[in-house]
């Protein structure tokens, strides 16, 4: 899941373009699904679900999610977004462990 502020994302159509881009060196190999909804929480307000596919469409080789996937997809959001990033997981427990470090956009276009 991914929440985003409301100066980041505005409208749930915002919220799932910035998600497409976020994902998209996954789903270019990946199957993706992702539904999008406004509820505000902690800051946010439009917030995006996506479950992507460990099979390669493209290979059938298995993409094997660790915690090197997840930091990847973290450094994503804030070099798409271009905000810093707090990445926060829940276990199946409902029990949330936040990460430590902040991602910060790394990208050449946020870059002054």
């Known amino acids: 899941m991914l929440s985003y502020t409301p100066e980041t994302a505005p409208t749930t159509d915002v919220a799932m373009a910035l998600t497409d881009k976020i994902f998209e060196p996954y789903t270019k190999n990946h199957a993706a699904l992702t539904g999008s909804h406004n509820k505000e929480t902690e800051g946010s307000l439009c917030h995006t679900h996506t479950c992507i596919s ?3 469409i493209n290979g059938g080789k298995m993409m094997c999610p660790d915690n090197k ?3 990847e997809m973290a450094q994503r959001v804030a070099d ?3 905000q810093p990033t707090k990445l ?3 276990n199946v427990k409902k029990v949330e462990w936040e990460c430590s470090k902040t991602f910060y956009p790394q990208n050449e276009e946020n870059e002054d």
Do not use: A, D, I, S
Request: hydrophobic share 25%.
């Open 54 to 56: 460990t099979t390669n």
């Open 80 to 82: 798409v977004t271009g």
């Open 69 to 71: 996937t997840t930091y």
């Open 88 to 90: 926060v997981v829940e």
